[in-house]
């Protein structure tokens, strides 16, 4: 079964400060990897997806994430946030093959303070 | 972007009445959706994964006389949350799998519900 971890519980960040939130994810099979994004109040938006090809992914809202398979990690990044920016985080990974669901992280809370 | 859609987003119920949540697939069709649940401060859990036209199958740990889901077409499911308590307050999510477009997951806006 997969598993997905991110270490970061809750970053602060001034704007304009470069992002990187970890993700970790166990499997021994071939995955696909997303990040959501969950605004205050708000549902779950998509920010970026990596299914095979280009391991750098660039996504919506400036970010990319960069899947590194020897290190099973596909951290998230931004150089230079924004206050808009402040939301949770989450990362999720699947099975490649067959209908599997998303397993998630715990997430990740970003503040973006002025 | 596909989009889920999920009715009602808040709802109160009193406990021990029970509470229906819909989760439609608007523009695609869906043979897969899934039910998640997120406690305050906390990630998604899977409850149950639900496939047009059969049974949905639980996770461990989720009672599935208490969480009712139906997935009758291709383009709603619904959780059925029987005989609610305050323990079954929490933030309601479902997904559903974009048919022939690949593995891409898209999310409905969540439910709230407040048993009261």
């Known amino acids: 079964a997969q598993s997905v971890s991110q270490h970061n519980h809750h970053v602060i960040l001034s704007e304009a400060a470069s992002l990187e939130l970890g993700c970790n994810y166990s499997y021994g099979g071939t995955v696909n990897l997303f990040w959501y994004v969950q605004y205050p109040g708000q549902h779950l938006q998509l920010l970026l997806k990596y299914f095979s090809g280009d391991p750098l992914v660039k996504g919506i809202k400036g970010f990319e994430a960069e899947f590194i398979k020897s290190k099973f990690s596909f951290n998230l990044r931004k150089p230079s946030v924004q206050w808009s920016d402040t939301a949770e985080y989450f990362c999720a990974v699947n099975a490649r093959s067959g209908n599997t669901p998303l397993v998630f992280g715990k997430g990740t809370r970003l503040s973006v303070i002025a | 972007g596909a989009v889920v859609s999920q009715h009602p987003s808040r709802v109160i119920c009193k406990s021990g009445t029970s509470v229906k949540i819909e989760c439609r697939s608007l523009?695609?069709?869906?043979?897969?959706m899934f039910w998640y649940r997120q406690f305050p401060k906390q990630s998604l859990m899977l409850m149950a994964t639900?496939?047009?036209?059969?049974?949905?199958?639980?996770e461990q740990g989720v009672e599935k006389d208490k969480f009712l889901i139906n997935h009758a077409s291709l383009t709603l499911s619904t959780l059925t949350v029987t005989s609610a308590h305050p323990e079954d307050s929490s933030f309601y999510i479902c997904?559903?799998?974009?048919?022939?477009?690949?593995?891409?997951?898209?999310f409905g806006e969540g439910s709230w519900l407040t048993v009261v």
């Open positions: 523009d695609f069709q869906a043979t897969t």
């Open positions: 639900s496939n047009e036209g059969s049974k949905a199958t639980y």
């Open positions: 997904s559903a799998r974009v048919t022939g477009w690949g593995n891409t997951i898209y």
